[in-house]
């Protein structure tokens, strides 16, 4: 079983160590999103390891469609299928089958939709979200939940997060089964359960108190960054940390930029995942210390300096801004690379900085200086 140790605390925010089947997460920690078990811009698990990652995200959903979860059961799970040793989160699929799918029906039992690639029929209940992450055979499974858009009326988001209660009971049921089964690849499979009830304090706290009690090996704050504004998720995890189990990890689902992150650890929260420095990278979009660049601007033709002085990624100590711009300009492969390489290693040694500014009792201070930079449009 995995084992959280809390450090050290400077007022909410949590230092801690995650030892899990697959490896230890030091806490807080930022987790690459690799959908269909690749970081879109063509890095490799080895280039992962270079940029520091500790933890990579796959979704269920996806992988189910393609290759097929059976078929990466038959090679080995996942860590054998895309060569990484370190721990990997899969993400229920819930989210995708709300968000993807054009049409779907949700009952008690689960969720019917269509494929968004071929259109064929698929019916997901929660034990097949969890049958599906046992074969891909992930570190830590997410429990399959019913993911609602902000804004979203009181009565239907009370509801949704009453059958996302229930729906976890079954999940962890299953994965209790299914971690008992002779053929089960990673019979240590962790389970998190996720907290919903949209932007409505009492269902959050209500809901939190409920899966609490459930004895689970984590705890996600979902259904946020999906509509509301940021002061307002601010509001929810501030109001649902006091009843998360102090002795668990805490995972704030699909957040965020630097200044959300930042303003996460500030409340507790001590995972973190976003498709946004991948995605931002690949158009250009940068991050640095002090703010953000757009390498489409015309300013940058001819500038030989690297993305950000100082950086130690694989990018910023051989190539200049000049030239991933041209790359970008030109649709080059390598240009999407350089760039997704460097927001993602600037996430993960952000994520380093954080940890050392707590470890030093430093947090608020760090947090003061860094906020005004971060998002800042250069």
């Known amino acids: 079983m995995a084992k959280f140790t809390l ?101 008690e039992e689960g969720v019917a939709f269509a494929s968004h690639i071929d259109g064929r029929k698929i019916f997901m209940r929660p034990e097949d979200s969890m049958r599906i992450q046992s074969n891909i055979a992930s570190t830590i499974a997410m429990a399959f939940d019913e993911c609602v ?18 729906w976890l009971a079954r999940c962890k049921d299953e994965m209790a089964r299914l971690n008992s089964l002779p053929d089960t690849i990673n019979k240590q499979q962790l389970l998190f359960g996720i907290n919903q009830g949209c932007t409505y304090e009492d269902l959050r706290i209500s809901h ?94 001819t500038d030989s300096s690297p993305i950000e002085e100082g950086c130690g990624c694989p990018a910023c100590r051989r190539y200049s801004k000049a030239y991933i711009r041209h790359l970008l300009r030109a ?10 390489i460097h927001n993602l290693w600037f996430y993960n040694h952000l994520m380093e900085e954080i940890r050392e500014a707590i470890a030093e009792g430093r947090f608020a201070a760090y947090a003061a200086a860094m906020l005004p930079k971060v998002s800042v449009r250069i």
């Open 7 to 107: 450090l050290k605390t400077e007022e909410r925010a949590r230092l801690g160590r995650f030892e899990t089947v697959h490896g230890t997460i030091e806490t807080p920690a930022f987790m690459n999103v690799g959908t269909a078990a690749a970081i879109k811009g063509g890095l490799s698990t080895a280039d992962l390891e270079e940029i520091g990652c500790q933890v990579e995200l796959s979704n269920t959903y996806h992988l189910h469609l393609r290759p097929g979860d059976e078929v990466i059961k038959a090679l080995g799970g996942i860590h054998e299928f895309f060569s990484w040793n370190r721990p990997v989160l899969t993400d229920s699929g819930g989210f995708q089958v709300f968000s993807l799918a054009p049409l779907r029906k949700i009952s």
């Open 149 to 166: 858009e902000n804004p979203a009326k009181y009565d239907y988001a009370a509801e949704a997060a009453e059958r996302t209660t229930r």
């Open 331 to 340: 649709d080059e492969v390598l240009g999407k690379r350089l760039a997704v």
């Open 208 to 301: 939190m108190q409920q899966i609490a009690e459930m004895g689970l090996d984590g705890y996600a704050i979902g259904g946020l960054a999906v509509g509301e504004t940021n002061e307002e998720m601010y509001n929810i995890i501030e109001k649902v940390e006091p009843y998360m189990p102090k002795d668990k990890i805490r995972y704030l689902m699909g957040v965020g930029t630097p200044a959300n992150i930042i303003e996460g650890v500030a409340r507790g929260v001590d995972l973190f995942d976003c498709v946004m420095p991948a995605r931002n990278a690949r158009h250009g979009h940068l991050f640095t210390h002090n703010g953000i660049i757009n390498l489409n601007n015309a300013k940058y033709i």
